[in-house]
């Protein structure tokens, strides 16, 4: 069962930047995509980002130019670089990994907060 570990959440003023980290362990097969989700209070879990082994982006339009997903397969891990936060950013971010064999794998959430 792959492990995924999430980091980097906070506190932060509006306008401000936050990186989230996101580290799996625990692989039997190869990771195919990484991203991110987010969760506010109240509403449904949304897509933010995703990555694929080869590098190819996929970002929600809310947050285009402002939000930046990285990997770094070697280890494992998966970044999230948050530019010029806005209140609306404010969530519990949940990484996830999907294998080969399109299994999808969710970390525990890191919060964000954002105040105004």
């Known amino acids: 069962q792959v492990q995924l570990v999430e980091s980097g959440g906070g506190l932060v003023q509006a306008g401000g930047s936050l990186r989230l980290s996101c580290a799996a362990s625990?692989?039997?097969?190869?990771?195919?995509?990484m991203g991110w989700y987010r969760q506010a209070p109240g509403k449904q879990r949304e897509f933010v980002a995703t990555?694929?082994?080869?590098?190819?982006?996929n970002y929600t339009d809310s947050v285009k130019g402002r939000f930046t997903i990285s990997r770094d397969n070697a280890k494992n891990t998966v970044y999230l670089q948050m530019n010029s936060l806005k209140s609306e950013d404010m969530a519990l971010y949940y990484c996830?990994?999907?294998?080969?064999?399109?299994?999808?794998?969710w970390g525990q959430g890191t919060q964000v907060t954002v105040s105004s």
């Open positions: 996830n990994a999907v294998d080969v064999l399109a299994r999808h794998y």
């Open positions: 625990r692989i039997t097969f190869v990771i195919r995509t």
């Open positions: 990555i694929t082994r080869g590098g190819i982006t």
